[in-house]
């Protein structure tokens, strides 16, 4: 701590050079309508999941892409599987099946 009562806050950025992509490449071929989202929360605001919980559909699409495997095996067993995200999204991005397919690679039951 230094002598001011402050101290810098650790960053929370990812060197995406450092990254393994092999997690969004095996989506992107599964699921290509990953590629077209574009971050604008109207999955997350009709989550039924993220209601209760701690759950995002946004930021598990950005954790695929940012290759943040742990977080996402975390992270994915919270969804419901309901489909709202998918109904709302302006891109139609699958988001449901993105989710199943992240299930079965990451070795989680599916349904």
């Known amino acids: ?12 950025q990812s060197d995406l050079d450092l990254v393994d992509h092999g997690l969004i490449a095996t989506i992107g071929n599964l699921e290509p309508s990953i590629f077209w989202c574009i971050g604008c929360g109207s999955c ?20 695929i892409r940012s290759g943040h495997v742990k977080y996402i095996t ?7 599987l309901c489909g709202k995200c998918q109904m709302v999204c302006p ?21």
Do not use: Y
């Open 1 to 12: 701590m230094s002598k001011w009562g402050f101290t810098a806050i650790k960053t929370n």
């Open 44 to 63: 997350s605001a009709t989550c039924t999941s993220a209601q209760f919980n701690n759950f995002n559909p946004r930021r598990i699409i950005h954790a």
């Open 74 to 80: 975390d992270e994915v067993d919270k969804c419901l």
């Open 91 to 111: 891109r139609h991005v699958n988001t449901r099946n993105i989710i199943l397919n992240v299930k079965q690679i990451t070795g989680q039951n599916a349904i």
